[in-house]
């Protein structure tokens, strides 16, 4: 497992920040909100008004209303990705992060417009009277190639790789982090062991998605906007709480923008370099503009006009993340627990021990980036105490502080092994004081404030809702791809294994799952982002025509 941890956590470093994904997906939102006119901002107000139904037509084709399509869309957006997402983008990159994500999201809004548009154009009806669409039927049929009289059927080739990695996606971005960090809120909340956890809400997951779109829509139509009431407003009393920190913590965010967060508390320090790539990744993982999975539940939408259809979806990125990512980010800067240190327990994959005793920040920071500095060979413990003392112990990107290790909680002595700064702990329980992320570090700035220990339990709560509701919405979209590479066949059987993947999620090691979700968007959005730049054409007639109907309406 060390072996598979270490092979997916080093394609993740490489993948996930890669420049050639940041500027495809950025440059993608930028040439789109250029191309078409600003289309976010041309048509918001008449998106408010197709949403809430002053455009319908009655008989329209489709098995969700255009409330039901968003409030999926919106719950396979609205996960983890804004409260645990969020943090550890603050806690890797600094408060300028934050502003990369808002960045994303207000050029992800001609993106998701785009995409959306184009798979409700060529979406189609199954075997089984569903509505089915996405990226993969507009790849299908568009992106073939003509020469010399003869089909090459690249379009075909591009669809399934990307209905592959939709599938993965679906695994690795909504079963296996939202379980997880459901079963770990629980856990660390209430005591109630992760499997339990996981156990429980697998059947839950059951007896809904089984039920296929129609029970999906019902579900999520009403959950959608509790959900979100409840966690805006828990927000708004924290950051309230730290009114006086409020200025300071976003003129930072801005000032930090253009130099790089300096080291601070805890905190090594970021570059802005890594604050764009963590920002931006972690701002597609939270809105998906540009991945292509919303365009799936927008796809079953009851609506004859496509690109009324991408003004509904338009509004994704401006709900998820302008204003619930905005909020989450703003407390946890404004609070300042994204820069201090905490006890907690470490996990192993976020270890990483260097082979001398550094002093200064900078030199920490040059060492992490140089594998000659990590230790190789075996760490003395006496009574629980690390006795080498040639070494610096990272966890966390944070220098850690007041380490013990235990052995079935009691204190540990002995020998644990280290090979190229990678600790082998097994069944051993390594805690400590060093910088936290994702959930614990937002329920730390949720405990700062009025709520106190009852902060806890409201990011439980909330983890539980939005979390949920992602998986409900990535298991719809699974089955789509499945249902495009193999035929309605073989729904059901997706549908089972992924509520399997979901229970066994529960237990599985955060870091990982992150890094899973991360290699999944990446390589899921690609085909959907060339795809649709390739049809960047065909999505102007459409708009235009779009135009001349408004102004014959007018």
Wanted: aromatic share 10%.
């Amino acid at each position: 497992m060390n072996t598979i941890s270490k092979i997916i956590l080093q394609l993740d470093s490489y993948i996930s920040g890669h420049p050639i994904f940041i500027i495809t997906l950025i440059g993608t939102g930028l040439f789109f909100t250029i191309y078409l006119k600003f289309p976010q901002i041309r048509y918001f107000k008449r998106a408010f008004k197709i949403l809430l139904g002053h455009h319908d037509k009655q008989k329209s084709v489709g098995d969700a209303s255009h409330f039901q399509a968003l409030s999926t869309a919106l719950s396979g957006t609205v996960g983890t990705g804004n409260i645990a997402g969020v943090a550890l983008a603050i806690h890797i990159g600094g408060p300028s992060a934050l502003l990369w994500m808002l960045f994303t999201a207000a050029i992800g809004m001609a993106t998701k417009f785009v995409e959306v548009t184009l798979s409700h154009k060529y979406r189609k009806k199954l075997d089984d009277g569903t509505i089915a669409g996405g990226p993969m039927f507009f790849m299908s049929r568009r992106l073939n190639i003509n020469i010399k009289g003869k089909t090459i059927h690249t379009g075909k080739i591009i669809a399934i790789i990307f209905s592959i990695f939709t599938i993965v996606a679906s695994f690795g971005t909504g079963c296996l982090p939202q379980t997880n960090s459901i079963s770990t809120a629980m856990n660390s909340s209430f005591g109630i062991p992760n499997i339990w956890v996981g156990g429980i809400l697998a059947l839950v997951l059951a007896s809904v998605i089984l039920g296929g779109i129609k029970r999906i829509v019902k579900v999520t139509e009403k959950l959608v906007p509790i959900m979100g009431g409840i966690y805006i407003i828990s927000v708004l009393v924290v950051v309230i709480f730290h009114i006086d920190n409020l200025l300071p913590g976003l003129a930072q965010m801005f000032s930090d923008a253009l130099s790089g967060t300096a080291a601070t508390g805890g905190f090594l320090g970021a570059s802005v370099s890594y604050a764009m790539s963590n920002g931006v990744n972690r701002g597609l993982f939270s809105n998906e503009a540009g991945q292509g999975s919303a365009p799936i539940a927008h796809a079953a939408a009851r609506c004859e006009e496509p690109a009324s259809e991408g003004l509904v979806a338009l509004l994704e990125p401006f709900i998820d993340t302008i204003i619930i990512c905005m909020l989450t980010g703003t407390m946890i800067i404004s609070s300042g627990v994204w820069s201090q240190k905490y006890e907690n327990n470490f996990q192993q994959a976020d270890i990483k021990i260097l082979n001398t005793n550094f002093q200064s920040t900078d030199s920490i920071k040059l060492a992490l980036n140089n594998p000659e500095k990590y230790f190789n060979g075996k760490l003395e413990i006496k009574e629980g105490i690390i006795v080498n003392q040639d070494i610096t112990f990272i966890h966390a990107h944070s220098v850690a502080e007041e380490i013990k290790v235990f052995q079935n909680e009691n204190l540990y002595s002995g020998i644990i092994e280290v090979n190229n700064g990678i600790v082998s702990i097994n069944d051993l329980n390594i805690k400590g004081k060093s910088l936290i992320h994702s959930v614990p570090l937002t329920i730390k700035a949720f405990s700062s404030s009025w709520f106190g220990e009852f902060g806890e339990y409201l990011v439980a709560l909330s983890l539980l809702l939005f979390a949920f509701s992602t998986s409900i919405a990535w298991s719809y979209y699974g089955d789509r791809a499945c249902s495009f590479l193999f035929g309605t066949k073989a729904i059901i059987p997706f549908r089972i294994i992924y509520v399997i993947g979901f229970f066994i999620g529960s237990f599985t090691d955060t870091t990982i799952v992150w890094s899973i979700a991360s290699i999944g968007i990446v390589c899921m959005s690609m085909p959907n982002l060339i795809g649709i730049l390739l049809l960047r054409k065909e999505m102007k007639r459409e708009i235009d025509r779009y135009d001349k109907q408004l102004t014959n309406e007018n």
